[in-house]
């Protein structure tokens, strides 16, 4: 019993801090928890109900709040360099100083505002829905893993099918190796 309990909390440390390290979920070892676990004796209907309840309650949301949080972020970084460029590009086109001066120092300024601007709204247009299909497959697996507790566990504390123990095991394992998700890993 406490080594059927151990193995899951150590192998969903190791993703949880893979994941918080910055390098991602690195597809070879969401793989190498998912054959391990398959090896083992499926657990009581009960311990299954409770480590999908875990599942639900604490790391799917901490998942999906690192990708809300990381969405956020990314806003105001490209929204800021969209600001500044444009205000550059804008002060440097209307500034009097600059526009005095000798040289091409107004134009290589509003060059500069612009390619801030573009840098910044295009950065935006290509990331955001790679975040956003994050947040959506992790709101679909919240609703997939609450529809197969449901309906896929057995009533009562007998032990479960090994067919329900593996489905489980991988639907586990395609989540955390999603790759939506691997840039908010």
Known sequence: ?????????????LVLSSCASGGGADRALVEA???????QP??????????????????????????????????????AMFVGGTALGVLAASSGSIAGSRG???ALSVAAGA??????SVGYYRRAP????CRTFLAAARADVSSWRANAIPPGDGPVSPAVWHAWIDRVAAIRGNEAC???R
Do not use: C, H
Request: charged share 35%; glycine share 4%; no cysteine.
């Open 1 to 13: 019993m406490i080594r059927r309990t151990a193995v899951p909390l150590l192998l969903a440390a």
């Open 33 to 39: 928890g998912r054959q391990r676990r398959r090896e």
């Open 42 to 79: 499926p657990p009581t209907a009960a311990e299954l109900r409770l480590e999908v309840d875990s599942f639900l309650e604490n790391e799917l949301p901490f998942l999906r709040e690192k990708a809300m949080r990381r969405i956020e972020r990314e806003q105001r970084i490209w929204r």
């Open 104 to 106: 091409s120092t107004k």
């Open 115 to 120: 390619v801030g601007a573009i840098v910044g």
């Open 130 to 133: 790679k975040l956003e299909a």
């Open 182 to 184: 691997a840039a908010v």
